[in-house]
């Protein structure tokens, strides 16, 4: 089992659109998840933490359960802006500091 | 630009070449990470950096694959005898100590093995 997995999409929205992406994780000691967006061809870009509370910024929200094992990401009213892939990422436990980058899930929004 | 800097941004090569990329992180970031990435995956981390210590190393990181970081500032990351199979995208990152989980990443060198 891969240590985080993610469904590749494409998703493909209109704007306006509410789109919500989960990802799983395997280890269940894990403490720490991002959320972080890469543009084609260029570099992730940490796009928010996810904390246990769950946390909104904006148009995102990250929520995690820890029970199920999986983190979602919420966006409220896409924006053409909004396409892009989308990486799930996990610091587990001993590990040091590297981060586990799931495949991502490439969103598309179109007028 | 204060970001993290990588150069060359490409860089083709024939089998068998040596190859060397260098990378700039954010000043006072003491930590620098190197990763890969292919086409349709995320990042695979390599190996990292606390100032010119050497932490950790993956075990994707053969012995033809060498990363230096000799004065706790840009960092070096070799490769012998390149493969075709060493295509990618070669990405750092650094990061204060404390919040590793902010990373920030720099452009990329993209490698093209012929």
């Known amino acids: 089992r891969k240590e985080v997995e993610q469904d590749p999409g494409p998703f493909n929205v209109p704007e306006g659109a509410t789109v919500a992406f989960n990802c799983t994780y395997s280890?269940?000691?894990?403490?720490?998840f991002f959320w972080y967006r890469q543009d084609c061809r260029k570099e992730p870009k940490l796009l928010m933490s996810v904390y246990s509370s769950g946390n909104e910024d904006g148009r995102f929200t990250a929520q995690l359960n820890r029970a199920s094992q999986y983190i979602s990401l919420l966006i409220r009213d896409s924006k053409l802006s909004d396409s892009a892939t989308y990486l799930c990422v996990v610091n587990p436990p001993r590990m040091g500091d590297k981060l586990i980058f799931g495949t991502g899930t490439r969103l598309q929004v179109f007028p | 630009d204060t970001g993290v800097s990588q150069n060359p941004r490409h860089k083709i090569t024939k089998r068998g070449q040596n190859v060397t990329f260098r990378c700039d992180p954010i000043?006072?970031?003491?930590?620098l990470y190197w990763y890969r990435q292919t086409l349709g995956q995320g990042p695979e981390f390599l190996t990292y950096?606390?100032?010119?210590?050497?932490?950790?190393k993956s075990r994707l990181l053969s012995d033809r694959f060498s990363a230096e970081r000799p004065k706790g500032s840009f960092s070096t990351l070799e490769i012998q005898r390149t493969e075709q199979g060493d295509s990618a995208m070669y990405l750092c990152a650094s990061s204060f100590i404390q919040g590793a989980y902010e990373q920030y990443f720099g452009p990329g060198t993209r490698l093209t093995v012929t």
């Open positions: 950096f606390q100032n010119e210590a050497q932490l950790e």
């Open positions: 280890n269940s000691a894990s403490q720490s």
């Open positions: 000043s006072e970031h003491n930590r």
